[in-house]
């Protein structure tokens, strides 16, 4: 018989990255089905692997779907999780006053921003990419901007060589 469990730290370290992205994502109806496999997951742990693959599968649907398949991440989970949370804040601030109609609104819509969500994702990456190379810059003990994965109100406290 096959097995479909799925440890439990496993299974609150996918139930957490579910629920980051349920913070900061408006999915309509679509949460509703989510929730319910979270659920029920939390309450069936021997059939946890079925309950994940049909979370996956409705995340698939998504044109920016968080959990496609790609190499591991070598960063501690809360790091991570830091890295996420600040950086959906940081790209809705930002792009909440998307220009439009003049000539910075043309501007980034030359430089491939169409829109606001375009833009928010965009910010949303470079944030990304940038308090990752932070951490690894204090991880490996290089020259640059270091990030030891500490926030404060949920900022991350960066120091510069300067400091």
Known sequence: MADYSMEDSKWIENVAKVNLYLETHDLGDMEQVIRWNLNQGDTD??????YWTSITTLFGMLPNNPFHSHRASDLPEEVTLAINKFATNYAEAYSASYPRGHL???ILHKQGYVDAGKYRESLNQKMKSTLTTYFLNNLK????????????????QIKFEND
């Open 45 to 50: 742990p021997d059939n946890r692997k079925r």
């Open 104 to 106: 910075i609104g043309g």
């Open 141 to 156: 003990n290089r020259d640059g901007p270091r990030w030891d994965g500490s926030t404060v109100d949920g900022i991350p």
